[in-house]
């Protein structure tokens, strides 16, 4: 069965600091994994996939099959990122999504 | 990017009533719709997927008769929550895709709270 694990409910850093949001996944078959944001009263909208291999706000997120991870990085958070991140898991003909947790992301000025 | 819109965004009703959600796909002819359900404070749990024209796919545990899904048409998908009880109030939310490959992006709609009296 698949599985998504964000070990951090909550994350909270300083204005101008890296930020790590960590994703771990178990998958039998291959993976596509994802990051979705939620922002505060907005709808939950795709941040990355990592297929793309792209940047987006800064953010980037390399897949490592090796410890099954996914994590979501930026070398200096803005106050304009704090909202709900949520790693999700690809899967089936389908492509249906299996989500993990959460991390509510607060960026402190 | 594409909108997805879900109506009503927000209902009360009383215990043993049905309740319709609603979740139309704006700008794109959806193939592909997904609703989910969240509990506060908890991640969103997929519970069936839907392609136009056919039979939704359920979630392993997910009641097909208490969660009835209709996908009619390419950009309209309803969820209807038969006999609703206080246990079945959570914020359920779709998304939809719109190729037919299943590699583009999901789309999501703002939810609609359920809560049931």
């Known amino acids: 069965a698949q599985r998504v694990t964000q070990p951090e409910k909550l994350l909270s850093v300083f204005k101008g600091a890296p930020v790590e949001l960590k994703c771990n996944y178990s998958y039998s078959g291959s993976p596509e994994l994802f990051w979705y944001v939620q922002y505060s009263r907005q709808r939950l909208q795709l941040l990355l996939r990592h297929i793309s291999r792209e940047s987006i706000k800064g953010f980037t997120a390399d897949l490592n099959k090796g410890e099954t991870s996914f994590h979501l990085k930026k070398p200096f958070a803005q106050e304009e990122d704090s909202a709900m991140y949520y790693c999700?898991?690809?899967?089936?003909?389908?492509?249906?999504?299996?989500f993990g947790s959460g991390t509510q992301l607060t960026v402190l000025p | 990017g594409a909108v997805v819109s879900q109506h009503p965004s927000w209902v009360i009703c009383k215990s043993g009533t049905s309740v319709k959600i609603e979740c139309r796909s704006l700008?794109?002819?959806?193939?592909?719709m997904f609703w989910y359900r969240q509990f506060p404070k908890q991640s969103l749990m997929l519970m069936a997927t839907?392609?136009?024209?056919?039979?939704?796919?359920?979630e392993q545990g997910v009641e097909k008769d208490k969660f009835l899904i209709n996908h009619a048409s390419l950009t309209l998908s309803t969820l209807t929550v038969t006999s609703a009880h206080p246990e079945d109030s959570s914020f359920y939310i779709c998304s939809a895709r719109g190729d037919k490959s299943n590699t583009g992006e999901l789309f999501f709609g703002e939810g609609s709270r359920l809560t049931v009296l």
């Open positions: 839907s392609n136009e024209g056919s039979k939704a796919t359920y």
């Open positions: 999700a898991l690809g899967r089936g003909s389908a492509r249906q999504l299996t």
């Open positions: 700008d794109f002819q959806a193939t592909t």
